[in-house]
């Protein structure tokens, strides 16, 4: 391995006069070209400082550019593109001063999708002149229905009750009515009354155990499919058939009812049952209402258990368009009442029952 170290030389002697004057001509020789550099670096400081004396002049002539982002310099692009074109890669321009630059939108410039605020009041509607406002202070004048005992008459004589075992009081426990047909021996009730004609009797115009028409015995049921299979209770009503008494029929002694098919849910009708608590029919009067498809309501007071079958009335054709029954057997309150609707089913049943 070679050293690093420097070898050191021996001392040699000097001539000293010839060192003198050689270093006497080294220093004349300095002294002229020190004089000579002097003036070249005064001459050229001078023209440095006229120079940046001129270049600062013009700056501040020149009017001061506005603040962007600093963009590549076209010297350097064009080298660029050179160095680019040399390695045979494409190499788009760069963007000069005066591309157009993305704006950021102003503070106060509302978003688009935010709509527009309002200080006008949101308007109100306006009542109709013509239509008059209710007076809390003016008290409702309709009358309310009542309920009491049904007069003896024509009509009243059509309604009876249904008794099992003896006519006397305490055994009725439904309502029935005559009704018209081609074998004058056919009444009306509530299909949920009836499930046998073993021992069921009917007595028109019963009041306080008196028979003034006599006890008809029942021999025959008439009931659809929808209640006998399913308990419809859309189809809630039944025609019976009742015995000769005494050589005649039924509707030649008390006359009938006419069936209303198809009638107005608003019909205003007479109301009649037998309570099981009394021995005497009662009567109500009332507008009647649409409580479903097939089913009327009727809003009249007292009509307990025992009223059921009772006849509906029409007080506009004099026909029955319906028997207390259909919905909760009924009703499950003694001031209202409902009614199967009378339709084709029925009118099928009768046709049944009055041709049998």
């Not at 074998?183 to 019963?206: E, K, M, Q």
């Not at 909760?328 to 339709?343: C, H, I, K, L, P």
Request: hydrophobic content about 35%; charged content about 10%.
């Amino acid at each position: 391995m070679i050293s690093q170290r420097r070898r050191r030389e021996p001392r040699r002697p000097a001539y000293r006069p010839a060192v003198a004057l050689a270093t006497l001509a080294v220093v004349l020789l300095g002294a002229v070209a020190g004089v000579s550099l002097f003036s070249s670096d005064a001459w050229a400081f001078t023209g440095l400082t006229s120079h940046r004396a001129a270049a600062k002049a013009t700056r501040q002539a020149a009017p001061a550019p506005a603040s962007q982002v600093p963009s590549s310099a076209p010297a350097s692009s064009a080298a660029a593109a050179a160095a680019a074109g040399a390695a045979g890669q494409a190499v788009e321009p760069a963007p000069t001063s005066d591309s157009p630059q993305a704006q950021l939108p102003p503070v106060n410039t509302p978003s688009p999708s935010a709509p527009a605020t309002s200080d006008s009041p949101t308007p109100t509607p306006t009542p109709d002149p013509s239509t008059p406002a209710p007076d809390p202070s003016t008290p409702d004048t309709r009358s309310a229905p009542t309920t009491a005992v049904a007069p003896a008459g024509p009509e009243s004589n059509r309604v009876g009750a249904l008794f099992s075992g003896s006519a006397g009081p305490g055994n009725h426990f439904c309502t029935a009515s005559v009704v018209n047909s081609p074998g004058h021996n056919l009444i009306l009730t509530a299909a949920h009354c009836v499930s046998s004609a073993n021992g069921v009797t009917f007595v028109p115009a019963y009041r306080d155990g008196q028979t003034p028409y006599g006890t008809w015995q029942v021999t025959k049921i008439f009931t659809t499919n929808g209640w006998s299979q399913n308990g419809d209770v859309d189809q809630d009503f039944a025609l019976l058939q009742v015995a000769p008494n005494n050589g005649k029929q039924i509707q030649d002694v008390v006359g009938g009812f006419d069936l209303g098919l198809n009638e107005s849910f608003t019909a205003t009708v007479r109301l009649y049952g037998y309570p099981d608590n009394t021995d005497e029919p009662i009567l109500c009067s009332n507008a009647t209402t649409q409580q479903s498809a097939y089913q009327r309501r009727i809003d009249c007071p007292s009509y307990p258990s025992g009223t059921s079958g009772g006849p509906w009335v029409s007080t506009a054709t004099g026909r029955v368009i319906g028997v207390i029954g259909g919905y909760q057997q009924g009703g499950n309150t003694d001031d209202t009442s409902y009614s199967a609707y009378f339709d084709s089913t029925i009118g099928n049943l009768y046709q049944l029952a009055g041709s049998s």
